[in-house]
């Protein structure tokens, strides 16, 4: 069983929805939890970053961890064309950074 | 954008043969890594640095090998390339080891087609 299970998808939505992507863990020494994106042919960019359960909001964008359940999501409102492209969860803790295998999202206008 | 270069960007090479990967930053960053990119696999470390000279293994390092003469240098070398070793090559940069931030710098990549 992985560390980080992430759902591949493809996952294609339209235009100004709501777009939720998860991750699941089952190494409890993670602590710090983050969202890169990767646009096609290019490498990843930190999106997001949390630390302990809850919620984290940067515009249009909302990280939420929930470590009793082992399970982080990101929320993307209004979703925008611009917003297509490869998004990999991460996670730290005990001296290892693990990447989950990315979701695929395309937003269609 | 974070200065970091990856050279050659595109690699067909043949089995057997050796393959050198270059990684230039221009950040002045200590910690810089290198991971392979696979489908159902995500980014998979290979081998990192935390100084000129100072490295270590990561989890997939078996059949690489890389240096590090200059700080703003991280070579990745495959000594004899196999097809399993066909892939997407990223570099990335950190100034803190620990990474409490998760802020990793990537490069754009390099695709290495082993036939």
């Known amino acids: 069983q992985k560390e980080v299970e992430q759902d591949p998808g493809p996952l294609s939505v339209p235009e100004g929805a709501i777009v939720s992507l998860n991750c699941t863990y089952s190494n409890s020494a993670f602590q710090y939890f983050m969202w890169y994106r990767q646009y096609s042919r290019k490498g990843p960019e930190l999106l997001m970053y949390?630390?302990?359960?809850g919620n984290k909001e940067d515009g249009r964008f909302t990280a939420q961890v929930d470590k009793s359940s082992k399970y982080i999501s990101l929320f993307i409102r209004d979703s925008q064309p611009s917003d297509s492209a490869t998004y990999l969860c991460?996670?730290?803790?005990?001296?290892?950074?693990?990447f989950g295998q990315g979701t695929r999202l395309t937003i269609n206008p | 954008d974070a200065g970091i270069t990856q050279s050659p960007r595109h690699k067909v090479t043949e089995t057997g043969t050796p393959v050198t990967l270059r990684c230039h930053q221009t950040e002045n960053h200590r910690y810089m890594y290198w991971y392979r990119q696979d489908p159902g696999h995500g980014l998979r470390l290979i081998h990192y640095s935390y100084g000129v000279k100072d490295t270590d293994k990561g989890e997939v390092s078996d059949g690489y090998s890389v240096s590090r003469s200059k700080t703003e240098d991280f070579l990745l070398t495959l000594e004899s390339a196999t097809s399993s070793q066909t892939s997407v090559y990223f570099c990335?940069?950190?100034?803190?080891?620990?990474?409490?931030?998760?802020?990793?710098?990537f490069g754009e990549g390099s695709r290495l087609t082993v036939l």
């Open positions: 991460a996670m730290e803790g005990a001296q290892k950074l693990v």
């Open positions: 990335a940069i950190s100034e803190s080891g620990d990474r409490n931030t998760g802020e990793l710098f």
């Open positions: 949390t630390y302990s359960s």
